[in-house]
């Protein structure tokens, strides 16, 4: 979509109104300035519209992928326009969750639409109080499991992917696809 030409689009603010008394009657600085107006009324229909532009749930779907780049939101050009859209809107909240189980989950959730359960803590402790103890050595590697949700089929490979790239770095995670929600999920 274009919003460069709009055939017919007339212009909320004329030129050839704005012109003074001895332009108003001339024929050809009104056709020149109405040449002008069809150029323009795109310009202003958008900047009248710009709080439209800015939202993702209404924005031109051509100005989703960009409003993605601005709040730095996952944005795969084979998602629905609907996930494209939802990524977006939801970014920053998943930016505050990044790295942690609630992110994680939610990240899974909202691209691959599957539902997912992180066991294990990966050792992370901290403490307000000067010379506390250092913590015990960590379990061991943290367990996502995953399950089919809103999608019938569990991508593994993509799973992994995502699950490496939203989990901190210095936790080792070990996926397990489940074929449905484990036996122990009402915990």
């Known amino acids: 979509m274009s919003r460069a030409a709009v055939p017919g689009l007339p212009s909320r603010h004329p030129i050839g109104g704005l012109l003074p008394a001895l332009y108003a009657d001339d024929d050809f600085a009104q056709r020149f300035t109405a ?11 958008t900047l009248d519209n710009l709080s439209a532009y800015l939202d993702p ?9 960009w409003l993605a780049s601005w709040v730095g939101a996952a944005d795969d050009e084979q998602w629905p326009e609907g996930l ?26 909202l691209t691959l639409g599957v539902e997912a359960d992180v ?5 992370a402790v901290w403490s307000r ?16 499991r995953v399950w089919p949700g809103r999608e019938p089929v569990v991508d593994a490979d993509r799973v992994r ?15 397990e696809i489940l074929s449905g929600p484990p036996a122990d999920e009402g915990r």
């Open 119 to 123: 066991l294990g803590d990966g050792g």
């Open 161 to 175: 992917e995502i699950v490496r790239a939203h989990s901190p770095v210095h936790v080792p995670c070990r996926v």
């Open 57 to 65: 749930r209404v924005a031109p779907a051509d100005f989703v992928a």
């Open 84 to 109: 494209r859209r939802e990524a977006v809107v939801r970014a920053v909240e998943l930016h505050r969750w990044r790295g942690t189980r609630r992110g994680l989950v939610e990240r899974l959730r």
């Open 129 to 144: 109080t000067p010379g506390t103890p250092l913590p015990p050595a960590p379990s061991g590697e943290v367990l996502v």
């Open 35 to 45: 040449g002008l107006d069809t150029v323009l009324a795109p310009v202003f229909s």
